[in-house]
């Protein structure tokens, strides 16, 4: 797993993400300092199992999951 921060205009990014598998890794990305709890969290999973599929968590790309959850989110 690893992290970055990046900063975008006046707000402060954290990126993190996980290698799962050889072939499912997540993405997620939040408010600089956000507890990997928080439901506050945009996340993705790529998917390359037979191509390449990168789909939001519940379909959408609001910042409301929670990075802990990912695993069991829906994509």
Do not use: C
């Not at 990046?6 to 939040?30: M, P, V």
């Not at 945009?42 to 910042?63: Q, W």
């Amino acid at each position: 797993m690893g992290v970055v921060s990046e900063q975008f205009s006046d707000l402060q990014f954290d990126f993190i993400w996980d290698t799962a598998s050889a072939t499912i890794s997540y993405f997620g990305e939040a408010q600089s300092g956000t507890p990997t709890s928080a439901a506050a969290w945009r996340l993705r999973r790529l998917d390359t199992t037979s191509g390449i599929v990168l789909r939001y968590a519940e379909g959408d790309s609001h910042f409301k999951h929670i990075w802990d959850n990912r695993a069991s989110l829906t994509y």
